[in-house]
T-cell receptor
Framework: AQTVTQSQPEMSVQEAETVTLSCTYD???????LFWYKQPPSRQMILVIR??????QNATENRFSVNFQKAAKSFSLKISDSQLGDTAMYFC??????????????FGQGTTLQVKP | DAGVTQSPTHLIKTRGQQVTLRCSPK?????VSWYQQALGQGPQFIFQ???????QRGNFPDRFSGHQFPNYSSELNVNALLLGDSALYLC????????????FGQGTRLTVV
């Protein structure tokens, strides 16, 4: 069974600085997908960034980038130029496709990030 | 596009009662998944529906059941409610084949007293 672990329950960062959130996972699969989701107080889960395991190049989305280390089963999220609106709970998640379709997401415990002015 | 919509947003039920939660997927999406998120925890997968059939199920008891309608909307039913069923219930939809991005609704906050 796959597991996802986020070892940082809470983090804080000053506005405009850079912060890195950690995530490790365990799987015997070779083809899978990894995600970072953001959940602000509004409760809606929003996709931040996605990484396909077969791609060696790390995914980037504007101020968000990942460091994907497949052999180490590590998937960290770096947020550059942090903004107050980045304050939220962040979840790392794993997915294996099911018969070519969207599979179930397995989430970590989450990291609460506070951006301070 | 309204995105994924869930109803109701909040609900209070008594132990032993039954509850039905509803989800309308994003336009063009045919796959609906349900998750339970306890306070301060990550979401846990309950089940997934595709083409009106339950395709995958997580480690939840039979008290949790669901349904998907021909228009792809879905219901989550929970019978014999326990205090431990209090949680945020999230619905996620996805477009199906080859797509990995799941779009989430804002959830239904269920409180069992």
């Amino acid at each position: 069974a796959q597991t996802v672990t986020q070892s940082q329950p809470e983090m804080s960062v000053q506005e405009a600085e850079t912060v890195t959130l950690s995530c490790t996972y365990d799987t015997s699969e070779n083809n899978y997908y990894l995600f970072w989701y953001k959940q602000p107080p509004s409760r809606q889960m929003i996709l931040v960034i996605r990484q396909e395991a077969y791609k060696q190049q790390n995914a980037t989305e504007n101020r968000f980038s990942v460091n994907f280390q497949k052999a180490a089963k590590s998937f960290s999220l770096k947020i550059s130029d942090s903004q107050l609106g980045d304050t939220a709970m962040y979840f790392c998640a794993f997915m294996k496709l099911l018969s070519g379709n969207t599979g179930k997401l397995i989430f970590g415990q989450g990291t609460t990030l506070q951006v301070k002015p | 596009d309204a995105g994924v919509t869930q109803s109701p947003t909040h609900l209070i039920k008594t132990r032993g009662q039954q509850v039905t939660l509803r989800c309308s997927p994003k336009s063009g999406h045919d796959t609906v998944s349900w998750y339970q998120q306890a306070l301060g925890q990550g979401p846990q997968f309950i089940f997934q529906y595709y083409e009106e059939e339950e395709r995958q199920r997580g480690n939840f008891p039979d008290r949790f059941s669901g349904h998907q309608f021909p228009n792809y909307s879905s219901e989550l039913n929970v019978n014999a409610l326990l205090l431990g069923d209090s949680a945020l219930y999230l619905c996620a939809s996805s477009p199906g084949t080859g797509e990995t991005e799941a779009f989430f609704g804002q959830g239904t906050r269920l409180t069992v007293v």
